[in-house]
């Protein structure tokens, strides 16, 4: 599929000011992810297995920083 008929999804986190910027797409499969400063760069594939995973440890990593 060509990258640009993929439902993008910017991250909250994006600032439009330069900061790190992630884009993620769902697929029935898992999610691919790029850099959104770089949107024909390389993509990352994930299963939707490892992206809950994934998102599961940064909740994990959010509770246990301190404000």
Excluded at 8 to 21: Q, T
Aim: positive net charge; glycine residues 8%; contains cysteine.
């Amino acid at each position: 599929m060509p990258s640009s008929s993929i439902p993008w999804r910017r991250s909250s986190y994006s600032n439009g000011m330069g900061g790190e910027c992630l884009e993620v797409a769902a697929f029935a499969e898992g999610v691919t992810v790029r850099d959104s400063k770089v949107v024909s760069g390389p993509q990352l594939r994930l299963s939707t297995s490892t992206w809950r995973g994934f998102i599961r440890a940064l909740a994990r990593r959010d509770e246990e920083t301190p404000s």
